[in-house]
C-alpha cells in the first residue's frame, strides 16, 4: 500500500508561480512512476504529468507544457510539480498518484493522495 501526501498549493494571481509536492511512504518508491492529476469542478479528472522511476522522459499534458515541470527525488521518496506563468483555468484540485507503469491513463495509477487546491486568479 503506498499512502500519499501533497504539500504546497494555494492562491496566486496570473503568471505567478506555484510548487507541490507529494510524499511517498513506499519504500519502493525508486522503482514505482508518479504523475500529477487535476480535477476542476464540473470536470473530468485531467491527466497534468508523469515520471518514471529513473526521472527521465517525462510526459506532460500538451496545456502544461513548457509551464509545469514535474520531477523527483528518490532519496526523499517525493515527486513535486513546480508551475510557472499559472493561468485561471489551471484552477484545480491537484492530486499526486503512483503507478506501476510509465502512463497519462488514470486507470494506470492504483494509489491517489488526497488532493490539494490551486487557486488562480486573473
Known amino acids: 500500500q503506498v499512502q500519499l501526501a501533497e504539500s504546497g498549493g494555494g492562491s496566486v494571481q496570473a503568471g505567478g508561480s506555484l510548487s507541490l509536492a507529494c510524499a511517498a511512504s513506499?519504500?519502493?518508491?525508486?522503482?514505482?512512476?508518479m504523475g500529477w492529476f487535476r480535477h476542476c469542478p464540473g470536470k473530468e479528472r485531467e491527466f497534468v504529468a508523469s515520471?518514471?522511476?529513473?526521472?527521465?522522459?517525462?510526459y506532460y499534458a500538451d496545456n502544461v507544457r513548457d509551464r509545469f515541470t514535474i520531477s523527483r527525488d528518490n532519496a526523499k521518496s517525493s515527486v513535486y510539480l513546480q508551475m510557472n506563468n499559472l493561468r485561471p483555468e489551471d484552477t484545480a484540485v491537484y492530486v499526486c498518484?503512483?503507478?506501476?507503469?510509465?502512463?497519462?491513463?488514470?486507470?494506470?495509477?492504483?494509489?491517489w493522495g488526497q488532493g490539494i487546491q490551486v487557486t488562480v486568479s486573473s
Open positions: 498518484a503512483a503507478a506501476l507503469i510509465l502512463s497519462d491513463y488514470p486507470e494506470d495509477f492504483g494509489f
Open positions: 513506499e519504500d519502493t518508491f525508486s522503482k514505482i512512476a
Open positions: 515520471i518514471g522511476w529513473t526521472g527521465g522522459s517525462p
